[in-house]
């Protein structure tokens, strides 16, 4: 029998892996997970529970936003926005911990609630026993970051986790860190909070994945629909306590430009960083230094141990962690054959829950400038979230969308979206891209006006420019 250990398997990562392998006939698992309540990052301090509290903070925008409707707009109940949360946390943890011990219930599964630590290349400890391994998936997970900005150990900061469990918020908040986290959370502060925000953006404009025409219509949409600052080109240098209790930031800009920022509470959303603490693979010849793990999800110094998920490194969000979870099932199963190990490879799908998910962003492959620099020859075309009525007709006009097709062939090559429902456009646009469809032979149906018209404004854009 092939004996299999994965460390972390109430995760998401882990949770895929061990449901590839538990079915299999010669395959013993070892499933070790010590989470309290257990669920994994997504479930219980990520993007569930955080779309949770997003939602709250749409709904009163969205009244607010709409000038047909009178009177004061209602306020954000913080404490059963976040009752709700924790009970739905709990359901969704639960239904994730009753998977794992289905799977246990298997012969030649078996789950240990306990830590576990490497004692060498083959053995893991937990739960006072040894596990000796042919295999080893670690999965770990992430950790908050927390940046190492002079001045920090001095001051009392929120992360994400701390928002999303708030019942009460100060007037005004400094934050650090504007990526996927800080543009999901900052609009939330402003809206169900009703906080004044200063948001350190170090580059020109946030969603650095994004063509510049994106990021700078999420900085317009931010600033003009709540109270935030967003100054860019701008970097953290110190912090310190004020006398008042609340918080001071010394920036400098990129023309060599200084200033301060005071507010009530700074916010940490400096990403997250793998959690390798305590993993013992300073007992293993396993080094994490660099690439520490192949595109095979096999770690390089070690081909029988392997890393998915946020431990890696590589592609901190879900539907990536659970994809390549399976490819390292599917690879322990090919070197088991005797045979070659396969590359994960995907098709780029991210999105942002930006502007309270009302105007959230999406892209599925190649941006224009990711397609530029790949040395692809291409057509694009872009469209107002405005220019269609039903955006109109909707109250939400604000945003754009942008296709990007190969100039020879007529390839799909990519798509971007910063508009309201941008988030279930990407599905549709994964399936166009990962088949390769030509932009030419994308069906043009009449149907009842929705959202999707703007779609086809832009495939009818692209086929006009193939055409000429």
């Not at 070790?32 to 925008?61: N, Q, T, W, Y």
């Not at 979870?325 to 090919?334: D, K, P, W, Y």
Request: charged share 25%; aromatic share 6%; with cysteine.
């Amino acid at each position: 029998m092939t004996h299999v250990v994965i460390i972390g398997a109430y995760g998401s990562a882990g949770a895929a892996v061990a449901g590839e392998l538990a079915p299999l006939d010669g395959i013993d698992l070892t499933l070790i997970d010590d989470g309290e309540p257990g669920g994994g990052l997504c479930i219980l301090k990520g993007c569930m529970p955080s779309k949770e509290v997003l939602s709250a903070g749409a709904h009163r925008f969205q009244a607010r936003h709409d000038e047909r409707l009178v009177g004061d707009p209602p306020a954000v109940d913080l404490e059963a926005t976040v009752e709700r949360k924790d009970d739905n946390v709990l359901g969704w943890a639960k239904h994730r911990r009753e998977g794992i011990h289905d799977l246990a219930d298997r012969e030649g599964v078996e789950f240990v609630h306990a830590t576990a630590e490497f004692v060498d290349d083959h053995t893991v400890r937990a739960g006072g026993r040894t596990f000796d391994a042919d295999y080893i998936v670690v999965a770990t997970g992430s950790t908050v970051n927390v940046p190492d900005t002079p001045g920090i150990e001095d001051i009392d900061y929120m992360t994400s986790a701390d928002v999303l469990d708030a019942t009460e918020l100060p007037d005004s908040g400094l934050v650090l860190g504007f990526g996927y986290i800080g543009m999901e959370l900052v609009p939330y502060l402003a809206e169900a909070g009703g906080m004044d925000l200063t948001v350190v953006e170090h580059d020109a404009r946030p969603i650095d994945e994004a063509d510049p025409e994106f990021g700078d219509a999420a900085r317009e949409i931010y600033e003009e629909n709540w109270d935030i600052e967003i100054p860019t080109n701008c970097h953290e240098q110190r912090l310190e306590p004020t006398d008042d209790g609340g918080v001071r930031l010394y920036v400098e800009f990129d023309d060599g430009r200084e200033a301060s920022y005071e507010a009530d509470q700074l916010f940490c959303f400096t990403g997250r960083r793998p959690t390798l603490d305590g993993l013992g693979l300073e007992r293993t010849g396993i080094s994490t230094e660099g690439e520490w793990v192949r595109e095979t999800m096999q770690t390089v110094d070690a081909d029988h141990v392997y890393a998915v998920g946020d431990v890696n490194g590589k592609e901190p969000i879900l539907h990536v962690a659970k994809e390549q979870g399976v490819t390292a099932a599917e690879n322990i199963r090919r070197q088991e054959a005797g045979a070659e190990t396969q590359p994960y490879e995907n098709v780029h799908h991210h999105v942002i829950f930006s502007g309270l998910g009302v105007y959230p962003f999406a892209r599925v492959g190649h941006s224009e400038a990711s397609a530029r620099a790949a040395g692809l020859e291409v057509v694009t075309a872009t469209r107002q979230a405005g220019d269609d009525g039903v955006f109109k007709s909707k109250d939400v006009p604000e945003g754009l969308a942008k296709l990007v097709v190969d100039a020879g062939d007529g390839t799909v090559l990519g798509w971007q979206g910063l508009h309201y429902h941008a988030d279930t456009f990407a599905k549709t646009l994964q399936v166009v891209v990962e088949l390769g469809l030509d932009v030419r032979e994308i069906p043009d149906r009449a149907y009842h006006p929705t959202l999707p018209e703007n779609l086809d404004g832009l495939v009818q854009d692209c086929v006009t420019q193939l055409a000429e």
